[in-house]
């Protein structure tokens, strides 16, 4: 069960695409780090950030790499007053992330930007990038490629499988 609901619009990601846009995250971001343009790390905030957080490893051929895991959930009681909040399950390490200073945090999407606030507040100095973006969760990330709108669900194609459809005319 996913609280796709009640977004009315669905964007299916292939593997392809999202490889072209971290890519394309990465060529972004590059020279752009603290020190002479370098970056020191990146971390990928798990799961979704790793398959972009590796593109844009390997990209800019960084080679220490780390996870935060960060698990979002909604609290509250009854449907309507739920609200989104998340905690961190496992951390990078503490003495390499410092307050974040030349550090790249990567995930896939930012959404109402809970994950990211919650991170930043942890990492103050380090640079948010995320592939895509809703306009709730804009303020949150310092760097993103493609903007959704805000009743957009995002499919990953890790949530997704090729699968048959019937056609648009059916056999009478
Ligand atoms: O801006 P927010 O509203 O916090 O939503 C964005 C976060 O939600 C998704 O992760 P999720 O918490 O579903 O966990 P997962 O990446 O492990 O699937 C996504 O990968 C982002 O990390
Ligand atoms: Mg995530």
Redesign the pocket.
Known sequence: MTDRLPHEKGFHISWDQIHRDSRALAWRLDGRGPDDGAWKAVVA??????APAMIVARELDIRTVDTI?????HSGGGKADQR?E?RVLKSPDTAMMGDGTGVLIV????????????VRDLYPQAHFA?VYA?P??EP?VDTFITGVSQDTWIF?PW?MALQYVEPYRGQD
């Open positions: 905030i798990t799961r979704g950030g790793m895991s960060v698990m979002s959930y989104r998340a995930d896939d999407l930012v959404d109402s930007g809970k994950t990211l606030e919650l995320t809703k709730e969760g949150q990953f949530d």
